[in-house]
């Protein structure tokens, strides 16, 4: 059994943007990134392997279409830097967004049922996107599935056009 001190530390307690690589984006953007980060922040399991420290803190920044992400404890001091391709999420983030606007489209004139199933697509693109970070984060990040999906989030608000 883990011990209780040890899972405390496996926790993220910020997120920043880099703002010379993500940049602001307009009031809508800003509003979904700070509800990704609290909801992030609220609820994680976030670790580096091999890796005593703890909590973190993530600063993510954009370098040619790579998203880089700089784990830091809690102090501000580095622990690590990870560099994930984007191109592997291209098809779900074109997908995903895709049935984002079908969504939006449809609240104003489907019926609850046609709503539902849009949205039930929605979560499992959203699904699929987290499974495949939780891949590309193996053995760089521990982090749980409900975590993954979080930081999803944060990656799909990166990108949302609003």
């Avoid at 580096?48 to 501000?76: N, Q």
């Avoid at 049935?99 to 709503?115: D, G, H, L, M, N």
């Avoid at 697509?121 to 984060?137: C, K, P, Q």
Wanted: with cysteine; proline share 4%; hydrophobic share 40%.
């Amino acid at each position: 059994m883990e011990d209780p001190a040890a899972s405390s530390r496996k926790k993220l307690v910020g997120v920043t943007f880099d703002e010379s690589s993500i940049g602001r984006g307009n009031p809508d953007q800003e509003h979904e990134r700070a509800i990704a980060i609290y909801d992030l922040v609220e609820e994680n399991l976030f670790g580096v392997p091999d890796h005593d420290g703890g909590p973190y803190a993530l600063h993510i920044a954009l370098h040619d279409s790579k998203l880089a992400f700089e784990i830091r404890l809690e102090t501000g001091e580095k622990v690590v830097t990870h560099i994930l391709s984007l191109t592997p999420f291209r098809r779900i983030l074109k997908d995903y967004f895709m049935v984002c606007e079908s969504y939006y489209a449809a609240i104003r004139t489907a019926t609850p049922s046609q709503i539902e199933a849009i949205d039930m697509g929605r979560r499992g693109l959203h699904n699929d996107g987290a499974r495949l970070l939780a891949e590309r984060l193996k053995g760089k990040v521990e982090c749980d599935f409900d975590t993954a999906r979080r930081i999803f989030t944060l990656v799909t608000a990166l990108h949302w056009k609003g």
